[in-house]
């Protein structure tokens, strides 16, 4: 299974909200040779670490593409600038982030990509919509499936579940 982690806290030129924003991108995947086959819902979750930014919208895809990891990171890093992101401090406020979460259980580390996504297993704002997506995903280092970890976490890192018609604008 593939797995990409999908957030947006900053409307990108032409989008009213970040929501808006992030579906954008997900609908500009295939042209880019990525298949959705699953979406989780969409989540807003409150930045890590805490700051004063606008709280984020999340959400967790299942894929399918004949792009190899290193290849699916170059897409997805290209589609990122398309829709206005800049890589500038850490943690910084964002148009589009899609990280790589998983490819098909592999192990990977070099300074460009790990495999899977070394903070995944720490954070609601992925655990919750990957629970959604994949709840019997394993992590391939851990060996403990979505729920699993995602019932581990501490308290903290709020997260909500957005119906259609509570969707941040911004």
Known sequence: MILIGIGSNLAAPGFASPQDTASAALAEMPAIGI?????????????????????????????????????????????????????SAPNAARTLDLDLLDYHGRHCASARLTLPHPRLHERRFVLAPLAEVAPDWRHPLLLMTA???????????????????????G
């Open 35 to 87: 298949t959705v086959e699953r979406r989780s819902g969409w989540y807003l979750s409150q930045p890590v670490p805490p700051s004063d930014q606008p709280w984020y919208v999340n959400a967790v895809v299942a894929v399918a593409t004949t792009s190899e990891p290193d290849t699916l990171l170059t897409a997805l890093l290209a589609l990122e600038e398309r829709f206005g992101r800049r890589r």
């Open 147 to 169: 729920r699993e970890l995602l019932a581990r976490l501490a308290s903290g890192q709020p997260v909500r579940a957005l119906g259609e018609l509570d969707a941040p604008q």
